[in-house]
């Protein structure tokens, strides 16, 4: 049984990390692309990429900082309200 359990954990953790590495890889490959709200200045698009991690940072450090975002609850806001999506 506790090989089984241990088994099952291990298998959870690589689909999260494949899951995270293809959501990231999509929203830093496409970068700006992937934006579909109101047109920004180019100043805007800049915050945006920052807001995002994906500013001209190589791949795993951005998407390290990401993870870590994730971890810590620092989900962004939400595009009604703006208020922060972990309140």
């Known amino acids: 049984m ?3 359990v241990i088994n099952q954990f291990t298998k959870a953790i690589i689909v ?5 590495l293809l959501v990231f890889s999509v929203v ?3 970068g700006s692309e992937a934006y579909w ?3 920004l200045s180019d100043e805007g698009m800049a915050r945006l990429k920052l807001i995002l991690g ?3 940072r ?5 998407y390290g900082i990401w993870l870590g975002w994730f ?3 620092d ?3 939400t595009p009604w309200d703006y208020s922060a999506y972990s309140e």
């Open 2 to 4: 506790r090989t089984y």
């Open 16 to 20: 999260f990390i494949l899951i995270t």
């Open 28 to 30: 830093y490959y496409l």
């Open 37 to 39: 709200g109101p047109p």
């Open 54 to 56: 994906i500013d001209g």
């Open 58 to 62: 190589p791949f795993i450090v951005a």
């Open 71 to 73: 971890f810590t609850g």
């Open 75 to 77: 989900w962004g806001t």
